[in-house]
């Protein structure tokens, strides 16, 4: 068995933003050169991942010669944080060239951060990016959506076993990777929220099933206070409304008619903030806004 | 319940082949016993303790068990399987000075397919099924292979117990992790992303002596040599299970391109770039949900198909998700 993992290629798993970034876990190795495992909550344990969004934003941290990469991709749960420099050079060649927004897929490495005293923080370091439209990006949401179930099904039913062993799990049915993942994450983490990750399945699912827009709008004014949720949605239909050319909302604009039609300007604000930050709304220029 | 030293006996006995006798009997009787009497555990969990605890495989305790094809794992013990044989040939050998004959061949079911042994002649015919009692599996060329032995008991089966051979020939989906477990399998589906097109795909020029593909125009064996011209594919499949490396030769890859040999070789002269070819492979595949059946072999470069079908899974993206939907939404 040693010489068949010996050239073994990592797998690359397939994970919704929220369920990476809830990521607290890694397993390292001490030996250099050892791979690194990040223990997602649902026993994803991910030396490479493979993602599919919208990439909402791309920053250039570096300098012109010597560029490094901080990119934001979207997918219906969260935001994927890509960073790519001098290393990656094959997808440092295509980030450079990238459209905002447009649908990519993404095979990356996986990377971690723990700022002194504090959690730990998740990103990918990208392999490649490839264009993408939406027919592969709906088929990864759905891969995506069968394999989060899958580990959310196996560490239901190993929660529920005395002294849960892989072999039990997998003679359920259960690949042999979800199982030990699942495993590790129940060794890992005291808490799981299952039920939470459970409903964060249904978003995904319904950007398949239910018309784009209404979508949007629906997700953008999910569990916010009625008031809030109508300003959001109130903003959103006016930046829409403002970005005639395709190249988004001018911010002055969209300030002119908030005065015009009496709303609160620091709400408004404030909003516009959580709706960026959200990935809701996007800037693809300086200035202007723009739905995603 | 206390067992006495009696009742333990065979049990240690297991335990010791199980850790290739490499414990003293002793020691796993202390073990054992401990387990057993002072802890309370029920003897087949803590047989496995046992054997985990001095490093060996739990697995191979498995109790006589019925098998599908596509739960055959290296190293099993006391195989109950049933299945179609679809291929059979005969070999003779030769063992301490005697003539012998030994069959291979592949069996079938449902789940997949899988290679077997059978060291004696137990009168077997191809396309007919039968069920194995007490068969064995071991590695042999890098894959899990069924061998049947000195024990093995074979029952003809009526030929309605399984699905006709047209039927199961149709290779069956497997997991890319399972399949890199068993080292391989012949004829076996899988679905999943294409992560990678490697260099090398596309347009290549072969050796006329030696079939290698040339590097840089010369060949390693045969140097300067006029190469002939050839498509193929080397890529990565990822199923979120495993990762399996890909080789399509020239039929697959005019398919994927949906251009002939002599199309691409005109495309590249105007082009003047080889590799454009390579790009077009690039354009057509990464990203794409595939699927792709062929053998599974694996060397020292790792798990690879041999691809003898490529195909687009065209899926009805709106109804799957609605039906999961409902079971999510429960």
């Known amino acids: ?254 300030m002119e008619k908030v005065v015009e039609l009496k709303m609160d300007r620091d709400e408004t604000e404030d909003t516009i903030t959580k709706l960026l930050d959200d990935g809701h709304l996007f800037e693809p220029v300086l200035g202007r806004l723009k739905r995603v | 319940m206390s067992k006495t030293k009696e009742e333990l006996a065979p049990h240690i006995d297991e335990i010791k082949k199980a850790l290739k006798e490499e414990v003293k009997p002793h020691e796993i009787e202390t073990e054992l016993e401990t387990f057993v009497n002072t802890y309370g555990i029920s003897l087949p969990e803590a047989k496995r303790a046992v054997i985990k605890k001095f490093g060996g495989d739990p697995r191979v305790l498995s109790p006589k068990r019925t098998y599908t094809v596509n739960d055959l794992r290296t190293g099993l013990f006391r195989v109950d399987i049933q299945g179609r044989v679809l291929t059979l040939s005969k070999r003779t050998y030769e063992r301490d000075g005697q003539e012998r004959v030994l069959f291979s061949g592949i069996l079938a079911d449902e789940t997949g397919k899988i290679e077997f042994t059978a060291w004696d002649d137990y009168g077997l015919e191809e396309g007919k099924a039968y069920r194995f009692s007490n068969s064995y599996t071991k590695q042999w060329r890098g894959r899990t292979q069924l061998n049947l032995g000195n024990n093995t008991t074979v029952t003809s089966l009526s030929d309605d117990a399984l699905p006709p051979v047209e039927e199961i020939q149709q290779d069956a989906l497997m997991n890319i992790d399972r399949l890199i477990q068993m080292g ?59 990762a399996l490396y890909l080789i399509a030769g020239r039929e697959v890859t005019e398919s994927v391109l949906d251009h002939d040999l002599d199309q691409c070789l005109k495309i590249a002269s105007e082009r003047m770039d080889p590799s454009s070819i ?53």
């Open chain 1, 1 to 254: 068995m040693a010489d068949q993992t010996r050239n073994r290629r990592e797998v690359a798993w397939r994970i919704f933003a929220r369920e990476y970034n809830a990521s607290r876990y890694v397993i390292k190795k001490e030996e250099e050169m050892a791979p690194s495992y990040v223990i997602s909550p649902l026993g994803a344990m991910a030396n490479r991942v493979y993602i599919s969004g919208v990439v909402t934003e791309v920053e250039n941290i570096g300098t012109d010669n010597e560029p490094f990469w901080r990119v934001r991709v979207t997918d219906p749960t969260g935001v994927f944080y890509l960073s790519a420099g001098q290393y990656q050079p094959e997808a440092s060649k295509t980030i450079s060239k990238l459209k905002v927004p447009s649908f990519v897929s993404v095979l990356g490495k996986t990377r971690t951060y723990t700022p002194e005293g504090g959690s730990m923080y998740v990103s990918i370091l990208p392999e490649t990016i490839v264009e993408a439209d939406r027919s592969s990006r709906d088929l990864w949401i759905l891969d995506t959506v069968k394999k989060t179930r899958e580990r959310l099904n196996c560490i239901t039913e190993a929660l529920a076993m005395e002294s849960p062993v892989e072999e039990e799990l997998m003679e359920m049915g259960f690949p042999r990777v979800v199982a030990n993942g699942a495993l590790k994450a129940i060794e890992m983490y005291d808490k799981i929220p299952l039920e939470e990750f459970r409903e964060m399945l249904l978003d995904p699912l319904r950007t398949l099933t239910e018309a784009e827009d209404e979508f949007l709008t629906a997700q953008a004014t999910r569990g916010i206070s009625e008031e809030e949720s109508s300003l959001r949605k109130e903003l959103l239909r006016l930046i829409e409304e403002l970005d005639t050319n395709g190249e988004g909302a001018v911010y002055q604009e969209l």
């Open chain 2, 278 to 330: 390579q790009d077009m492979l690039e354009e057509r595949l990464m990203s794409r949900y595939v699927s792709v059946s062929g053998n599974v072999f694996t060397d020292d470069y790792g798990t690879t198909m041999l691809v003898n079908a490529l195909n687009h899974e065209s899926r009805d993206v709106k109804d799957e998700a609605n039906e999961m939907l409902e079971a999510v939404e429960g």
């Open chain 2, 184 to 242: 391989g399998a012949p004829g076996v589906k899988v679905e999943g992303f294409i992560v990678g097109i490697r260099n090398g795909s596309g347009l290549v020029f072969r050796c006329p002596e030696c079939n290698r593909v040339l590097q840089k125009k010369s060949c390693m064996i045969h140097g300067n040599v006029e190469g002939k011209p050839d498509l193929r594919i080397k890529g990565i499949v990822d199923d979120g299970y495993g």
